[in-house]
Structure formats: structure tokens, C-alpha cells
């Protein structure tokens, strides 16, 4: 009979593909809303670039007007992908959690 180490040892290597699995079906879930999010930004951005160059080109503001305009869109730009983040971050635990509580009980049954 092998000794209760071993048997641990060869329990927890078993669930490496579980584990790789959990963490697999997330980001593929996931994948196509970061896609829409960044697609919906990048349609937001463009429509204020447009309209900001269109105010340049027709001289209603200066350069360095537009370009603080194009660095404060990319500053909110920025704040909207970390709210996006922060959602994908609560999600992270969720699958740590997941993974944890795989791991205890496959170990509970071996023990």
C-alpha cells in the first residue's frame, strides 16, 4: 500500500487538468465580452477623435486644445478598461475559489 504522501501527491497532480480546465472554459466565456467592451470603447473614441479633428480642421479650437481633449478621452478610455478589470477581477476570485474548493474536497475523499 503506498504510503499516505505519495497518495496525496499523485491526488493533487490529478487535478492539474481540472484545474487548467476551470481557468480554460473562463477565459473563453470571457473573451467575447472584452471584445464587445473594447469594440463599443473604440466606437466611442472614434466618434470623439471625429469630432474633435473636425473642430481642428475647422479651427474652432487650437492644436494643443486637441490635444488635451485626445488625452483626456484616453484617460477616461483607460478608467472605463479598469472598471472592465476590476469585474474580471471579481470573477478571478470566483475561480480561485473554485479551484480551492476542488482541491479540498478531491483531498477529503483520499483522506
Do not use: C
Not at 476551470?22 to 470571457?30: D, E, H, P, Q
Not at 464587445?36 to 472614434?46: D, M, T, V, Y
Not at 470623439?48 to 486644445?65: G, T
Request: net charge positive.
Amino acid at each position: 500500500m503506498p504510503d499516505k504522501a505519495k497518495i496525496i501527491q499523485d491526488t493533487l497532480d490529478g487535478l492539474d487538468d481540472q484545474v487548467v480546465g476551470l481557468v480554460s472554459n473562463f477565459v473563453k466565456r470571457r473573451r467575447q465580452h472584452y471584445e464587445e467592451a473594447a469594440a463599443k470603447l473604440h466606437k466611442n473614441l472614434k466618434k470623439d477623435a471625429k469630432r474633435y479633428a473636425e473642430m481642428l480642421a475647422d479651427k474652432k479650437i487650437k492644436q494643443e486644445d486637441f490635444e488635451f481633449l485626445m488625452k483626456g478621452r484616453w484617460a477616461q478610455l483607460k478608467i472605463e478598461l479598469l472598471s472592465e478589470l476590476s469585474i474580471s477581477k471579481a470573477k478571478f476570485e470566483d475561480i480561485a475559489g473554485e479551484v480551492l474548493k476542488l482541491t479540498i474536497k478531491t483531498l477529503l475523499v483520499v483522506i
